[in-house]
Each structure stands twice: as C-alpha cells, then as structure tokens.
Nanobody, 124 residues
Framework: QVQLVESGGGLVQAGGSLSLSCAAS??????????WAWFRQGPGKEREFVAA???????YYADSVKGRFTASRDFARKTTYLQMNSLKPEDTAVYYC????????????????WGQGTQVTVSS
C-alpha cells in the first residue's frame, strides 16, 4: 500500500528555519494527478491546513504561514517538501503530510493517505 514517511522536524529558535520532507512509497503510487498537502496540530488544537500543491502545481497556503512557508514537490523522488522560514512559537505543532485526489486542497477529510507526523517545536 501507499505510505508516507516524514522527516525533518526538530527544535528551532524563533526566527529560524526548518525543512520537512514527505516521501511516498508504493508500487502503484503516482506523484502525478494528485494533491499534496501539509497540515499541523498544535497542543490542544484541532488539525489545521498549512499548505497544499494541487495536481497542476498550484500552491495554496494558510494565511498564518503565507510568505514564510513554501511547499514544493519532486515527481522523480515522489516527495513533497515544506520549507519553513521565520518560524514563530505558534508554529509549534505536529506536522502531517497527506496525499489525495486532484480536487482536494484545504479539507483534511478529502485526503486519503497520511504521514506519521513530525514534531516541530519553536522556542521563544
């Protein structure tokens, strides 16, 4: 089956940067015609949308991260990335990557496969 493995989380000072990776594996998986997304869930909070890449390559961002985070993808490696700059303490959360059908963008319940999550902690 298709699996997503995340890496790159850690602890960083406010104003610093981290880069997250999400690698897909599976015999029948294709990086094409899929939506890729990043969500996060902070302590005591609901899971929220962070960023997404539509099947055509369009990118979408939550207002809270726009201008600071950049999502990208590599078809050959079947990997999506989230570059996080100018990190703030409120960015502290477990970050999850996900893949879904082309129509999926911001809604978590539209995505089919999820990564295991990686912890990002931003100290003040």
């Amino acid at each position: 089956q298709v699996q997503l493995v995340e890496s790159g989380g850690g602890l960083v000072q406010a104003g610093g940067s981290l880069s997250l990776s999400c690698a897909a594996s599976g015999r029948t998986f294709s990086a094409y015609n899929m939506a890729w997304a990043w969500f996060r869930q902070g302590p005591g909070k609901e899971r929220e949308f962070v960023a997404a890449i539509g099947w055509a390559g369009n990118t979408y961002y939550a207002d809270s991260v726009k201008g600071r985070f950049t999502a990208s993808r590599d078809f050959a490696r079947k990997t999506t990335y989230l570059q996080m700059n100018s990190l703030k303490p409120e960015d502290t959360a477990v970050y999850y990557c996900a893949i879904g059908p082309p129509g999926a963008v911001r809604s978590a319940n539209a995505y089919n496969v999820w990564g295991q999550g990686t912890q990002v902690t931003v100290s003040s």
